[in-house]
């Protein structure tokens, strides 16, 4: 027999069962979900089996997956509840370049919480409720300001991009920090410094000499390098609505 059409999840209808004299304990997505959460936040996404899971609540595997039938369902419902966390007011103020730094940093306080988040959100499309609520705040906060649909969108995208390469980079500098026990400052000092001496003496890398020498952004906190970048990106958005708007 041919496989099954594969199904989004967000069209599953939610399985009810309840619990009763002789029968076997119901569950639901939210559990199964927040318990998979609560494993990769302590163990990292790999461990976050349909099998560890069932471990946690005490059933079987197969059980599950009258609940949640693959394990990219189970990753698609996890971003979302993560995207739950993000705080936003119920629509724009009116101040477009607040809102998108709003979004950004609330972004960025769930990506460093649940370091998974944005490995997994670097696939293919999800499109639970959170993350649309999301979305759809971002874009309304550049809507009618002269711009059309693709340039909304493409601002949008560009500001993810920014947003989410700062969480990767900031969450490999956090775990280098704990692999190695030393913080960002001293693990640049006593670690990699030496051999970044050698470089600049040598000088065959005038304008990577340039960068680490001259650079202000390049020794600033994580969070202040965090919202330097953030700024040229809303810098640049910025040009193109107030040119936009402006016609």
Do not use: C
């Amino acid at each position: 027999m041919p496989d099954e059409e594969p199904i989004s999840i967000w069209m599953l209808p939610e399985r009810q069962e309840r619990s009763g004299p002789g029968r076997r304990p119901g569950y639901s997505r939210e559990q199964i979900t927040r318990t998979a959460v609560q494993i990769a936040d302590a163990e990292g996404v790999e461990a976050t089996t349909m099998r560890r899971i069932a471990h946690e609540l005490g059933t079987g595997a197969m059980s599950l997956y009258r609940y949640v039938p693959k394990r990219d369902d189970l990753f698609d419902l996890m971003i979302d509840m993560a995207m739950g966390e993000i705080e936003l007011p119920d629509g724009p103020s009116g101040d477009w370049r607040s809102d998108l730094s709003l979004l950004a940093h609330q972004v960025r306080a769930v990506g460093l919480r649940h370091s998974w988040l944005i490995t997994l959100l670097t696939g293919r499309p999800i499109l639970g409720p959170h993350l649309l609520r999301v979305r759809e705040f971002a874009l309304s906060a550049l809507d009618r300001r002269g711009l059309d649909i693709d340039d909304i969108t493409g601002f949008v995208d560009m500001l993810n991009d920014y947003v989410h390469s700062a969480i990767r980079r900031e969450i490999g500098w956090l775990e280098e920090a704990r692999r190695t026990g030393l913080d960002p400052e001293r693990w640049k000092r006593d670690y990699i410094g030496p051999y970044v001496r050698q470089i600049v003496e040598s000088g065959a890398y005038p304008l990577f000499n340039r960068s680490l020498l001259q650079s202000r952004t390049a020794h600033l906190p994580l969070a202040e390098r965090f919202q330097d970048g953030l700024d040229r990106v809303l810098n640049a958005i910025g040009v193109h609505v107030a040119s936009d708007f402006s016609r």
